[in-house]
């Protein structure tokens, strides 16, 4: 299984409940889509498609974001 790691909090995804990864993605959109705070953090790539997040518009954000929950909450498929 492939472990990917969480963008925001940088453990495992498969150690996270369904409600901690709601609540980091939630961070992560809050600071990818805020301009200051994305200037006082590390550069973060997007989980989905790799590239970096503050070349996301809000909606390319959700979009992709929503993907990556599904990824990661999907695995009993
Ligand atoms: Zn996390
Ligand atoms: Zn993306």
Do not use: R, W
Request: glycine share 2%; net charge positive.
């Amino acid at each position: 299984m492939e472990e990917i790691s969480c963008p925001t909090c940088g453990k495992d995804m498969s150690q996270h409940t369904g409600y901690q990864i709601h609540l980091c993605i939630k961070k992560l959109i809050k600071v990818a889509t805020n301009p200051v705070a994305y200037a006082s953090v590390k550069k973060k790539l997007c989980p989905n498609c790799k590239k970096d997040m503050y070349d996301h518009n809000e909606e390319q954000i959700v979009e992709c974001l929503n993907k990556f929950i599904k990824q990661v909450t999907s695995k009993s498929d």
